[in-house]
């Protein structure tokens, strides 16, 4: 059974930081691109980084420089780092991945930045 489960939100004033982790089961990981999304209230789902199986990465413009997104294939598992964060980055955040011809998601994680 595929799963995607987040954790490492929370509530954190403007210029902190956060990791978001996403451990996954029911995938040959190593093998799968993985991303990261999020969603505020009101708003439809955004994309906001992705890793490759390679390691390859690309981000929304809005996140360069302040976010990172990684993956520990021994644990089946991506990350996302996210520094210098501001309230227009609270959102639920969720990973995702494509395995068998569909679309995998979490649960999500809220983040929450204060001004």
């Known amino acids: 059974q595929v799963r995607l489960m987040e954790r490492g939100g929370g509530s954190v004033q403007a210029g902190g930081s956060l990791r978001l982790s996403c451990a996954t089961t029911?995938?040959?990981?190593?093998?799968?691109?993985m991303a990261w999304y999020r969603q505020a209230p009101g708003n439809q789902r955004e994309w906001v980084a992705n890793?490759?199986?390679?390691?390859?990465?690309d981000y929304t413009d809005s996140v360069k420089g302040r976010f990172t997104i990684s993956r520990d294939n021994a644990w089946s598992t991506v990350f996302l780092q996210m520094s210098s964060l501001r309230p227009e980055d609270t959102a639920r955040y969720y990973c995702s991945t494509n395995w068998r011809q569909r679309t995998w998601w979490g649960q999500g994680t809220q983040v929450t930045v204060s001004p």
């Open positions: 029911g995938i040959a990981f190593k093998f799968a691109s």
């Open positions: 890793i490759t199986s390679s390691g390859a990465t």
